[in-house]
């Protein structure tokens, strides 16, 4: 099993890989910060089932990935994975969510098996899922080694906090998630470490407070726009992954 930043050439969606699916965009910036082979990555590549039908399809390749029996504990690992990553790719790219699609394996003949997931119903935890099979033909890259990109770097990093707060930021597109970020990692105190002043995270703690209850004890000295909530929360991150960072490296 491979961790991410493996230093070796690397064949193209080894093992089992997972489909993407959103706005082309948002998936050419998931490609373009998650490059091969350094783990997780992200490729696009033809996943035709007949030479007559050509089908694209941007797949992610992770770690996480390879030690599943089948394709729905694939699933289960993509589910919380994608979650994350779409926090991170908020951070680096300020990407929009994506989704996931279908889960393949290459088989040693270098054939994929293609697995879609219908009507997944919620029950706790878990899934309940209807599943088809294609079968697809695929062949062989290598890539050579690129350095590692932010959002490589940062899925290395990343703990039980940063975890809880990019799954938040991920879908952070209003006041209640950007709130919901802000308190996963951690309270006033902790974003005073990270070099913030007093009434840069007062005003996004009233602004929130304002907006979400429509009412506050306080006002706060300036209100901020969403995107300008974004913003401060992106660089919360960044700057503990960059601490993260720092421990890490020392």
Known sequence: MESAGSSHKHDLADGWTVELKGDPDDLEDWKAELRPPNLPYVVLTDVSVSPEVEQNAYLLSASEFQTCGDAADVREQAIPMLRELNGLLSVARDTRPVVLGRIFRRDLSGIYHGTAFL????????????????????????????????????????????????????????????????????????????????????????????????????????????????????????????????????
């Open 119 to 250: 009507d997944a119903i919620m029950t706790g935890p878990r899934f309940r899922l209807s599943a088809y099979m294609t079968v697809i033909r695929q062949g062989k890259e290598v890539f050579d080694e690129p350095a590692l990109s932010f959002a490589q770097s940062a899925w290395a990093l990343k703990d039980g906090i940063l975890a809880a707060a990019l799954e938040h930021f991920g879908r952070a597109d209003n006041w209640h998630d950007l709130y919901k970020t802000y308190e996963a990692l951690g309270n006033k105190e902790e974003f005073l470490k990270l070099g913030f002043t007093r009434r840069e995270v007062a005003n996004f703690s009233l602004t929130a407070q304002l907006i979400r209850h429509h009412k506050t004890t306080s006002l706060p000295a300036r209100q901020l726009s969403l995107a300008e909530g974004r913003e401060f929360i992106a660089d919360a991150i960044r700057r503990r992954l960059a601490a993260g960072n720092s421990r890490h490296s020392s």
